[in-house]
């Protein structure tokens, strides 16, 4: 039961504003918002309320895995899922779903009297901008390392070994385009570190599966 609290007019406005939220907030962003109502209150005094208030029953104090403590203002039964990413909290409502019990032995002698649930994963809006991420560096990715990536020497270089059958060298390659025996060394040098030609035999050189791509 709800312990008798007297509702001062701070306490009315931080409960007004956990209700509010939508989220699960901390101290920290409570204090944030409620300051706009009361630009003389502390972040002491907002912590120091949410405890009284937690005390009494009036909101709900989670410690979701050791992080800040966060307040919810719903008081029927629910367990939490949180973001292990940007931290978010939200309900589920495993009331009728739950069926967890302890083996025989293993309540260490406590009189067990509920549990809860603690579910942890990546919430849709973090899972959208990894995605979107990801696609970045997919493109970035093709961009510096696929055809466009390619100088016009490079390029030549590519070619000219798409077009042997076995690995040949420097002198082979410059013989089979406009360049220069030491151009040709510092081309081989660049390409072999895209991955696009490698070296099977001692200063020898083929195209990679990478480099036919990147004359695709």
């Not at 719903?74 to 949180?82: G, P, R």
């Not at 978010?88 to 406590?110: C, F, M, Q, W």
């Not at 000219?160 to 690995?167: G, I, M, Q, S, T």
Request: hydrophobic share 30%; aromatic share 4%.
């Amino acid at each position: 039961m709800q312990k008798l609290l007297r509702m001062t007019h701070q306490r009315e406005i931080i409960l007004d504003e956990i209700k509010k939220c939508a989220t699960h907030p901390t101290a920290d962003e409570l204090y944030d918002r409620i300051k706009k109502k009361l630009p003389r209150i502390s972040l002491a005094t907002v912590y120091r309320n949410l405890e009284i208030m937690s005390e009494a029953g009036l909101i709900n104090k989670l410690e979701i895995s050791g992080r800040q403590k966060r307040f919810d203002w719903d008081l029927h039964q629910h367990d939490h899922i949180y973001c292990m990413q940007c931290h978010r909290v939200d309900n589920i409502d495993l009331a009728d779903k739950k069926d967890i019990s302890l083996p025989t032995g293993e309540n260490h002698g406590y009189l067990v009297s509920g549990c809860r649930v603690e579910f942890y994963g990546i919430c849709p809006k973090c899972s959208a901008q990894s995605k979107k991420k990801g696609e970045r560096e997919k493109m970035a990715c093709k961009s510096k390392c696929g055809t466009k990536g390619l100088s016009d020497k490079q390029r030549q270089v590519l070619e000219a070994l798409a077009k042997c059958k076995e690995a040949c060298g420097s002198k082979d390659i410059a013989a089979a385009t406009s360049l220069e025996p030491k151009q040709v060394s510092c081309q081989v040098t660049a390409l072999k570190k895209k991955g696009f030609i490698e070296s099977p035999i001692r200063c020898k050189y083929a195209i990679t599966g990478d480099g036919k791509s990147a004359l695709s």
